[in-house]
């Protein structure tokens, strides 16, 4: 028997474990060089003034949309096909959010689409790659510049991906980046709110630290300007341990990147003109980082079809998923906004065939191969049951 192969686990190497450790050591747990440290690399990586280190990707889009000023009676539009998080920020903050159903080749909302939503109540667009995928980015900016629109980039699954000169964190007025531990990088928890926008950015770290005047780490010396609290704030601080994680994980982006790119193309080698699979799709001129794997079944599939061969591939110890069940047909934004079925057809189409294969740095060939074998004697399953 071979060890089972999960859906995703992290790259931790003695340099990793060495940087905690030196932090541990160092006395300081909280708003120190660290942060300061892994704020410099990845706004240095993604070309960008500023960089927030927060404590997750959704607590990055909340102080976000808070620093934009959005609040009740707004309304900000977010895609149908998304992780939750891309919607609950905007619930977060009091506003409504829109949705706009997904392009059924790049996953990612289209600027027709996204136009057609827009409203003098329109306040904000929360753009997101997903899976990494920068497809149609720079339309969206072009969009909410014309319409004077921020755009918030929900850049969460996208660290180190470019499209044509601009990387992945440099569309938005606002980026965010996640470091879940299955992100291009991972701090274990952690999020940043990266930005050219200077008030922004005094905004963002004044909210994350219970909204002390930006600034006012070295006065966390003294009690006097610490508990000086001009503004409602949350706690989003990122400790320094999860920092010291952030800094050696930058240090080896590079590598971590090449890896994730063999992984994704000894899977796309492999499964290349399967006639019942769709392959992710890069454009021209993107570089992709590669946060998953997902196939999806062709139409000949049903949702309860792929269930059976996700629940197969777990089955014989291969990690599976469904990424995504589109946002508004999620059981609470049903009953809250009354979203039907139908309402986001490509959205609910592909979130109904889709299958994320076990995807991560460590990845052999042999498992690529492994995977592949039993997602397909899956699928071989159903064709013969229907005969
Ligand atoms: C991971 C992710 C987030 C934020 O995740 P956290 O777990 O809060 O760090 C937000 N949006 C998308 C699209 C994501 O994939």
Known sequence: MSEPIPLSQPDITEAEIRSVVATLRSGRLSLGPRLEEFEHLLTQRVGRRHGIGVSSGTCGLHLSLAALGIGPGDEVITPAFSFVASANCILHVGATPVFVDCDPRTLNMR???????I?????????????????????????????EIPMVEDCCEGLGGRAGDEPIGGFGRVAVFGFYPNKPITTGEGGMIVTHDDRIADLCRSMRNQGRAAGSIEAGQGLGSWLA?????????????????????????????????????????????HTDLILPTVEPDTFMSWFVYVVRLS????????????????????GAGDYFPPIPLLPFYRQRFGYQPGDFPVAESVGHRTVALPFFTRLTDREVDLVCQTLEVMMTRITFARS
């Open 299 to 318: 139409d000949r599939f049903s949702a309860k079809d792929r269930d059976y061969i996700i629940n197969g591939l777990r089955r014989h110890d291969v």
């Open 111 to 117: 600027r027709d689409e996204v136009e057609k939503r």
């Open 229 to 273: 609290h001009e503004r409602l704030g949350y706690n989003f601080r990122l400790s320094e341990i999860n920092a010291a994680l952030g800094v050696a994980q930058m240090r080896r982006l590079s590598e971590l990147i090449e890896a994730r790119q063999r992984v994704a193309a000894a899977y796309t080698r492999r499964l290349m003109g």
């Open 119 to 147: 409203t003098p109540k329109t306040k904000a667009i929360v753009a997101v790659e997903v899976f990494g995928n920068p497809a149609g980015m720079a339309d969206l900016a072009a969009l909410c510049a014309k319409h």
